[in-house]
C-alpha cells in the first residue's frame, strides 16, 4: 500500500481553475491505475478521471474538455488540472492509487 496526500483544493469561481496534486509515499513507477474520484454531500464517491502508467487515460462525461490529468513517476505525484470549473464541481476531491490506497480528500468549492 502507498500513502496518498492530496492538496490544492479551495473556493474558486465559476469559470476559474484550480490544480490539485496528490503526492504519494513511495514509487509510483509499478503502479498501474491512478485516479480522481470526488464526492458532493449527499452523493456517492464518483469517478473522474485516471491515468495507467503507460499513459492510457480516461475522464467522466461530465468533465471531458475541462479536466487533465497527469502523473509524473519520477516525483512520485498525479495532478488534475480543473479549468472552466462550474458550481456542479463542488466536491470532497480524492486520489486513488491500485488497488486499495486512497488520499484524504480536499474540498473544492466553486461559487460566486
Known amino acids: 500500500q502507498v500513502q496518498l496526500v492530496d492538496s490544492g483544493g479551495g473556493l474558486v469561481q465559476p469559470g476559474g481553475s484550480l490544480r490539485l496534486s496528490c503526492a504519494a509515499s513511495?514509487?509510483?513507477?509499478?503502479?498501474?491505475?491512478m485516479g480522481w474520484y470526488r464526492q458532493a454531500p449527499g452523493n456517492e464517491r464518483e469517478f473522474v478521471a485516471s491515468?495507467?502508467?503507460?499513459?492510457?487515460?480516461k475522464y467522466a462525461r461530465s468533465v471531458q474538455g475541462r479536466f487533465t490529468v497527469s502523473r509524473d513517476n519520477a516525483k512520485n505525484t498525479m495532478d488534475l488540472q480543473m479549468n472552466s470549473l462550474k458550481p456542479e464541481d463542488t466536491a470532497v476531491y480524492y486520489c486513488?492509487?491500485?488497488?486499495?490506497?486512497w488520499g484524504q480528500g480536499t474540498q473544492v468549492t466553486v461559487s460566486s
Open positions: 486513488y492509487a491500485g488497488p486499495d490506497s
Open positions: 491515468i495507467t502508467h503507460d499513459g492510457e487515460i
Open positions: 513511495r514509487s509510483i513507477f509499478s503502479i498501474f491505475f
